[in-house]
């Protein structure tokens, strides 16, 4: 079975559907990508392709968590197959969350719910990967033009705070399109071609925009979840798991970057799918 817009991570092919909420692959810790070849037995995960390198999904058209959620569930129901299993990590989490509601109100079998590592994306986090990205120009431009950019994000930070959930997404275009030009100067001033800016704040856009998205879920809707199912909350080492997700139900001695590397971690998660599909 193929199914658009969806990657398949393994370990199955053709196994029982089990749908994976990340940002996707590119970034230093571990995906679902990592996870997928150590679990055993016939499952195939599958990841949303909708936030991807390249594109602005998750500000244009994709910034609505429950509309993006329902577009999902919507698609898995209609490949005809079961969905045993929503997986979610960090901030993704929320989505897995809202997209578990959403296969149940869409007539399907509630899926088992497992987040790892659960977070919540706000303005503040937001914030602070743009202030990290524009740490890479330093030595490039001058002080005064990076401070320039500072200035701008803490005053769309200030910004956005008290404007509710179309605040994120508002913070995430200023500083995505600032970034974007502060990227563009820095190749000029280092000889480079255009194209290696755009690469830069295409990925970062993308990802502020994610952030934004799942950020904007409902503080209820975990909640809400964990209560209307069966959900699992896995964590690395020193983790600490908002209030709205609940409690930790497992945990391992394993670095945050890690977490989705680890033999024990997947063997963990294969164990609850095999007690999922008995149930």
């Known amino acids: 079975m193929t199914w658009s817009n969806w990657r398949r991570l393994g370990p199955a092919e053709g196994g029982t559907t089990v749908l994976a909420v990340d940002f996707g692959p590119g970034r230093a810790a571990a995906g679902f990508g990592e996870l997928a070849p150590r679990l055993t037995g ?17 500000i244009a058209g994709n910034d609505d968590p429950r509309k993006l959620a329902r577009d999902w569930a919507s698609y898995a129901t209609a490949q005809g197959a079961g969905v045993a299993a929503v997986a979610g990590y960090c901030s993704g989490s929320a989505l897995a969350c809202a997209l578990a509601d959403a296969l149940q109100e869409q007539g399907l079998p509630r899926p088992l719910l497992v987040v790892f590592d659960p977070d919540t994306a706000d303005a503040g986090l937001i914030h602070d990967y743009y202030t990290a990205a524009l740490r890479s120009f330093e030595g490039f431009l001058p002080d005064a ?43 000029r001033a280092a000889g480079m071609g255009p194209e290696y800016g755009r690469q830069l704040s295409e990925r970062l856009i993308t990802f502020l925009g994610y952030l934004a998205t799942t950020g904007r879920v409902e503080n209820s809707v975990p909640v809400r979840a964990a209560s209307r199912g069966p959900v699992e909350v896995i964590v690395s080492r020193q983790q600490t798991v908002p209030a709205r997700f609940g409690t930790a139900t497992h945990a391992f001695d394993v670095s945050r970057a890690l977490l989705l590397d680890d033999q024990a971690v997947a063997d963990t998660v294969t164990a609850l799918l095999e007690r999922e599909a008995v149930r």
Not at 42 to 58: H, Y
Not at 150 to 165: K, V, Y
């Open 145 to 187: 033009g990076l401070e320039r950019a500072r200035d701008l994000g803490r005053q769309a930070l200030s910004a956005a705070a008290g404007a509710g959930p179309d605040g994120l997404t508002a913070l995430a275009r200023v500083l995505g399109a600032e970034y974007e030009r502060v990227a563009a100067e820095a190749c």
């Open 42 to 58: 016939d499952w195939t995960l599958w990841e949303p392709r909708t936030f991807t390198t390249g594109s602005d999904a998750g």
